[in-house]
């Protein structure tokens, strides 16, 4: 069955960085956009980032634009997002999830798969 799984979050002060992973199997990784969402408690889930199954477009929420970057790696099945300059008002649990939508995906609905979470914490 498919999974995703999502690791690397954890505790950073305000400015710090983190990246985060997200491993996928059983699927045919290559063919699907993917993308990074995250809750924060109380909050809907959100789109952060998107790329397409080749990694060569990615599309950003205004409020990580020029902080964070997302990449994917094919070969290894694999996600990324690199955060840097991260602010408290990032801590939320962070979701990948795989869609088979060509082109950049933001709405959730476009999304079939999602990972279980990691959560992210920035302390002020």
């Known amino acids: 069955q498919v999974q995703l799984v999502e690791s690397g979050g954890g505790l950073v002060q305000t400015g710090g960085s983190l990246k985060l992973s997200c491993a996928a199997s059983?699927?045919?990784?290559?063919?699907?956009?993917m993308g990074w969402f995250r809750q924060a408690p109380g909050k809907e889930r959100a789109f952060v980032a998107t790329?397409?199954?080749?990694?060569?477009?990615?599309w950003y929420a205004d409020s990580v634009k020029g902080r964070f970057t997302m990449s994917r790696n094919n070969a290894k099945n694999m996600a990324y997002l690199q955060m840097n300059n991260l602010k408290p008002e990032d801590t939320a649990v962070y979701y990948c999830?795989?869609?088979?939508?060509?082109?950049?995906?933001?709405?959730?609905?476009?999304?079939?798969?999602w990972g279980q979470g990691t959560q992210v914490n920035v302390s002020s």
């Open positions: 999830a795989a869609s088979p939508t060509s082109g950049l995906v933001a709405a959730l609905r476009e999304y079939d798969y």
């Open positions: 059983g699927l045919t990784f290559s063919v699907y956009a």
């Open positions: 790329t397409t199954w080749s990694g060569r477009s990615t």
